[in-house]
């Protein structure tokens, strides 16, 4: 007891830390007071349960201090380098962006923009137009609107139908993560949900006996993403869907998720559904997500006839999901690398990575390789791995990818952690005791930074 009246009288003041040399570059004011108070507390608190028998000194404690500090002026939204080798990662915050996007968004930001004016006119106008003709122009729809999210632009969809009964497949009631349960979101439209077939086969006929006339609001087509049903599956197409709507004078709605603009399938990418051909298929309604596949900002899409999106601008719940200015610059500047496909795949880095062949991947992994035995000491190999797109395109298909395994003689989990808490976080995966980097996902302007913090281990 004695001890620990002596230790906490000895406790530096406040004011004997606050013009340490160590502090006073990293923070000064209410800042470092509350930095230096809080390290004095935990201090005191230690030396009353007995953890602390000795004082630890001013350079040691202005040492806490300097964790803390550096800690508190990090931001907590912060970049990342991703190497899981999944294109689009929800948690990872889905695509980055092209440096056009970029540029769009820094003028915009920095200045006042004709957000809502008409430059000719010198009048009122509508944020839609920055991106509609653009939209109908890569679809063929006849217009387009856009949202905050895709969320939005389906709940928006479905309200605009006013309270009807949708008709929808069984097998595409589905949840797609984070929340987004196709249900729950009709639910809350106002909508009544009508099933329709079973969880594997539904028929064009389930849908025309489903059909009421002055009750059936729509018929609904989800994309159901990141679940596969294979074998025994039937579902009718779009087009057979769009003629049964159309004979009711009732609208085809598709939520096609990770739409994609430009079809991919010279560069080795298949069976990913493009916009233009459920336009073309008849669909009156499709929405679709801008930072998907896309590769734009976070928005929702919507793109169809004229009449169904003159009704959803219209509607209430648009002005509460409406997009921001920052992410429309983006949308637009996106959208516009789209007029040349081969453009959109070299510029837009989702397209980039998706589509980057086998044998440049190789070539980056090696480079990676060389980069980090310059550090010594370590076992590092190119391994073959698999790239997923994420993001509910393409669930199962793996894309063929150059991995970088790293052994630096401490655990994979320990080596994970230490990649993970660096200055900027590396994020990779551990397999058979290795921790793995894809390159797919990886700048290699950020190989530095990889190698850097390898050499702290
Ligand atoms: C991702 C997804 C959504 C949700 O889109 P957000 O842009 O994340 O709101 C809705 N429907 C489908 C089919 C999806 O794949």
């Not at 964790?67 to 990342?80: A, D, G, K």
């Not at 983006?330 to 789209?338: D, F, M």
Request: hydrophobic residues 45%; aromatic residues 4%; proline residues 4%.
């Amino acid at each position: 007891m004695h001890n620990i009246n002596n230790l906490l009288r000895q406790i530096p003041k406040v004011d004997e830390l606050l013009f340490h040399t160590t502090l006073a570059l990293l923070a000064s004011g209410t800042v470092l007071t509350q930095g230096i108070r809080e390290v004095l507390d935990d201090l005191r608190r230690d030396i009353k349960e007995g953890r602390v028998d000795t004082l630890p000194c001013c350079d040691a404690l202005a040492e806490k201090v300097a964790v803390r500090l550096r800690e508190f002026n990090r931001p907590n939204l912060q970049r990342m380098i991703n190497g899981t080798g999944i294109i689009l990662h929800t948690n990872l915050g889905r695509a980055p962006l092209a440096t056009e996007a970029l540029n769009a968004i820094e003028d915009v930001a920095r200045d006042y923009s004709n957000l809502e004016y008409c430059i000719k006119n010198g009048e009122r106008s509508s944020r839609h137009v920055h991106i509609e003709k653009l939209i109908t122009h890569l679809t063929g729809a006849e217009a387009a609107m856009v949202v905050n999210n895709n969320a939005a632009a389906v709940l928006l969809a479905l309200s605009a139908v006013e309270q009807k009964d949708i008709i929808v497949s069984r097998g595409e009631l589905v949840e797609i993560g984070g929340s987004f349960r196709v249900p729950d979101v009709l639910a809350q439209s106002g909508c009544r949900l009508v099933e329709v077939g079973t969880t594997n086969k539904t028929h064009t006929y389930d849908y025309e006996r489903a059909i009421e006339p002055d009750l059936t609001g729509a018929l609904l087509r989800v994309h159901t993403s990141n679940f596969i049903m294979s074998g025994f599956v039937a579902k009718p197409g779009l087009s057979e869907l769009a003629y049964i709507a159309a004979n009711h004078s009732i609208p085809l709605i598709e939520d096609l998720g990770s739409g994609c603009l430009v079809n991919l399938a010279r560069y080795g990418i298949h069976g990913q559904p493009v916009v233009a051909d459920s336009i073309k298929a008849g669909v009156d309604i499709v929405t679709f997500s801008g930072d998907k596949l896309l590769g734009g900002p976070q928005a929702g899409i919507v793109a169809g006839r004229a009449k169904w999106i003159a009704k959803m601008k219209a509607h209430p719940l648009a002005r509460a999901m409406r997009i921001d200015k920052l992410c429309l610059a983006a949308l637009e500047a996106t959208l516009r690398l789209y007029h040349e496909p081969e453009t959109a795949v070299e510029k837009i880095p989702t397209l980039r990575m998706l589509c980057e062949s086998p044998g440049m991947l190789l070539e980056k992994a090696q480079m990676l390789k060389e980069q980090l035995a310059t550090s010594g000491g370590h076992k590092i190999i190119v391994v073959a791995g698999a790239s997923l797109a994420g993001g509910g395109a393409m669930p199962e298909e793996g894309l063929a990818t150059a991995t970088v395994a790293i052994n630096a003689g401490i655990s994979a989990r320990a080596l994970e952690l230490h990649f993970r808490m660096g200055a900027v976080p590396i994020i990779g995966r551990i397999s058979r005791d290795m921790f793995m980097l894809d390159v797919r996902t990886i700048d290699v302007e950020d190989f530095r930074h990889i190698a850097s913090r390898l050499q702290e281990v």
